[in-house]
């Protein structure tokens, strides 16, 4: 069955330093990956997403993230961090290629502080 | 824009009280999604719609019914509350691309953060 794990519950990074938010994934076939972004009493938003090609993709609001097949990893990056990127971060797999049945992983929390 | 609204914010209900959560998406979008977000859990499939009156169980269906008369409105039910439902509760959607490829994109609402007491 389609997997993805989160290890982290909170990421906490000063100001201007780079972060990194971390996801793990197990699926049968090639992987659809995926970021979601949750900031305080509002819905989630699509941040990025992973169907094939590069493996470093780019999304939204200076995110990016790194595919790394060997290692089965997803992690989600920014190079600087703002204290506006406190929020809850979602990482996901799709089930199948052919439905947009998603699995969640448990969410994490980033803080960043000034 | 796409606007996925959710017809309550907030939401105190009793034990055994029949419960509708609504959901409206305002661009034409084939498929609709019901999710529960816990801490610790993540988000968590309940049901989805992948069409007018076809439905599909989630990870999570026990204790909940869902509704889709139009394609715009995609309705959740608790036939029964219990205090185990309280949560939060997101409506997503999303449309599928000419050939039959999604965009690979939800649309979440704002969420009901449901209370039973």
């Known amino acids: 069955a389609q997997s993805v794990a989160q290890p982290e519950d909170q990421v906490n990074v000063a100001e201007g330093n780079p972060l990194t938010v971390k996801c793990t994934y197990s699926?049968?076939?090639?992987?659809?990956l995926f970021w979601y972004v949750q900031y305080p009493n509002r819905g989630l938003q699509f941040l990025l997403k992973?169907?094939?090609?590069?493996?470093l993709v780019k999304g939204s609001y200076g995110f990016e993230a790194e595919f790394n097949k060997s290692q089965t990893s997803f992690h989600l990056k920014k190079p600087s961090a703002l204290v506006s990127d406190s929020a809850l971060y979602f990482c996901?797999?799709?089930?199948?290629?052919?439905?947009?049945?998603?699995?969640f992983g448990t969410g994490t929390r980033l803080q960043v502080f000034p | 824009d796409v606007k996925v609204t959710q017809s309550s914010r907030y939401l105190v209900k009793r034990t055994g009280e029949k419960v509708f959560l609504e959901c409206v998406q305002d661009?034409?979008?084939?498929?609709m999604f019901w999710y529960r977000q816990d801490p610790g859990l993540g988000l968590r499939l309940i049901y989805f719609?992948?069409?007018?009156?076809?439905?599909e169980k989630g990870d999570i269906p026990e204790g909940y019914s869902v509704s889709r008369e139009k394609k715009e409105r995609f309705s959740l039910i608790l036939e029964s509350a219990s205090t185990n439902q309280t949560s939060m509760y997101l409506c997503?959607?999303?449309?599928?691309?000419?050939?039959?490829?999604?965009?690979?994109?939800?649309?979440f609402g704002p969420g009901t953060r449901l209370t039973v007491l």
């Open positions: 997503a959607s999303s449309f599928w691309l000419a050939g039959g490829r999604s965009t690979d994109t939800q649309y």
């Open positions: 699926v049968s076939g090639n992987p659809y």
């Open positions: 992973y169907i094939t090609g590069d493996n």
């Open positions: 996901a797999v799709r089930v199948s290629y052919n439905t947009d049945k998603l699995i």
């Open positions: 661009m034409d979008h084939e498929n």
């Open positions: 719609s992948y069409d007018v009156k076809m439905k």
